[in-house]
């Protein structure tokens, strides 16, 4: 199967750079940055949601090259495009390494694409661009491969004359290796339909998220979780875990396969409405999250992500400062359908351990980054005196996420000057209690924020001075602030 992958991703990029039309459109980016600290751990805002490219440790220096293009080929016939992305960062520091958050070649016909590779995306309904991060696939961890079949944006349904459209995507990847699992699958799916045409004032969103991690090995678990180490990964096995089944015959599987479901299972369904009045456009969305049937049966409310979003989009070139956004958000997930669990109870109990899974030891996480929400953490980002966890071992399994409980008020916004420089600021309060099964002594408060301003120059022709500061004061991580600086040109 990764040898199909590589020769379909070779081939696919070998079409694009021959496929110079009228129509295509190329760009290449080269960005240098360099960070510091006060403490050596990098400070919440600089690192997270940054698609697992910015260390975790400080000081640091950062070189990235990427470039992107879509080709249109009429060649082909009417509606076919051809497109590509990659990016390379180089990270000079305590760990030198290099990483590729993007490398992925798509090919698409009018509203459809197959795109095979790695992809920096977010998915759900939610304020991409100053979101405290979407519930479960929030652009905090490094990005999977994977081979996705979807539409591309939302597109109208012709017997509905427009009124209805859909967004939907089904996918296949391939999690990394670690030392706790290897060989391990990803299974995406997601479809979300719009109520109202493009233009309306009015528009309503709705639709779901849904991940698995499946398959896999692991030298860390114990017969009751896994069979010789290994957890099922058949076709059949798949399909099961496609359709979110439990497997028919039970005595062949692992006891959390044969009471719960095959893999690891979580994600959001999100609802929303969108309303314009004059030049404001406002967002309202809310991510409920889900592990098992009791998150889909609504048990585990008040759970979720709430949030609001204030676009302005008038002509005010003239003043000094523009207000272009606002995002207020508040996230809990303190409930996670109660804090008591019964194997086989006729009714919704609880225990979701939200991102924790008995046989997946690493959490909902690649490269210890997780994958959801920044702000359910792992063991290792927080201070030692909140390490809950059990080491892993032969003998017993170890849990990564020590905090799952959190109550977060998130602020952001973002303005542009007269100069054409932008300013981004956010604001991050939460109070941290742990987890359910490991519940911290005492609530843990925590502070973090971010300003960040974006200088055009006529360096080069037209580049972009980035100018962050970076600030931790609380309970949970070590007390901070932090710097960074970089230098971007594109070339288009």
Known sequence: MRLFFNSVCLCLLSWTVYAQQPLSTVQFSTEISGMASSARRTPFWLRAN????????APAGM??????GIFRRDSLGKGWFLGYGAEAVAIAGPNNRVILPEAYARIGYRSIELVVGRR????GLVDTTLSSGSYSWSGNALPITKIQLGTNGFVPLKFTKGLISINAFFAHGWFPNTDSIQNSYLHQKALYGRIGKPHWKVKFYGGILHNAQWGGKSDYLAPIQAVNGKMPSSFKSYLSVVTSQQPANTSDYAFPDAVNRIGNHLG??????????????VLGYYQHPFEDKSGIALVNLP???????LQNKANTEDRFLKLKTITVEYLTTRDQSGATVKINSPKYEGMDDYFNNIQYIDGWAVNERIIGTPFITRYKDTKPE???HLTPSKKNQGSMINNSLVSLYHFAFLGALRSGATIEARLSISKN?????KRFPEDVTQTSSLVRFNLPVNWLGGSIIGLNLAMDQGSLYDNAVGGMISFKKVWR
């Open 120 to 123: 920096k995306e977010v998915l």
């Open 63 to 68: 070189i990235r090259l990427g470039s992107s």
């Open 386 to 388: 909140w390490d809950t």
């Open 50 to 57: 940054q698609f697992g490219t910015v260390p975790l440790i």
């Open 433 to 437: 209690y742990g987890t359910h099964w």
């Open 268 to 281: 959001n369904m999100d609802i929303g409405a969108e309303i314009t009045i004059k030049n404001y456009t």
């Open 303 to 309: 759970d979720g992500l709430y949030g609001i979003r």
